[in-house]
């Protein structure tokens, strides 16, 4: 089973940016979908992207569209997610999951991600 490993969250003011990486030490991601996910205290998970392994597809949530890129380097065995123009609503811990769709093979940890000034 794929072991899912988040890192690059952080403290962000409005407007800034971060970039996430989802990577699986060990395993290779190269034929795996990855999505990105994310919940905030009290609310439910939402899911935020997905890419394909054959980066033919991407999603986005409505609330990150123009402003959350998804992407991978199959040589760095890592997704990334850049995020823009951070809003404090984008305050969640945030997780990478294969595949974008229940049933979920793997999740990652989480990595908390807080927009405030």
């Known amino acids: 089973q794929v072991q899912l490993v988040e890192s690059g969250g952080g403290l962000v003011q409005p407007g800034g940016s971060l970039r996430l990486s989802c990577t699986a030490p060990?395993?290779?991601?190269?034929?795996?979908?990855i999505g990105w996910f994310r919940q905030a205290p009290g609310e439910e998970r939402e899911g935020v992207s997905c890419?394909?392994?054959?980066?033919?597809?991407?999603y986005y949530a409505d609330s990150v569209k123009g402003r959350f890129t998804i992407s991978r380097d199959n040589a760095k065995n890592t997704v990334y997610l850049q995020m823009n123009s951070l809003k404090p609503e984008d305050t969640a811990v945030y997780y990478c999951?294969?595949?974008?769709?229940?049933?979920?093979?793997?999740w990652g940890q989480g990595t908390q991600v807080t927009v405030s000034s």
């Open positions: 060990g395993f290779s991601l190269d034929d795996y979908t």
């Open positions: 890419i394909t392994s054959s980066v033919t597809s991407t």
């Open positions: 999951a294969t595949p974008c769709i229940p049933p979920y093979d793997s």
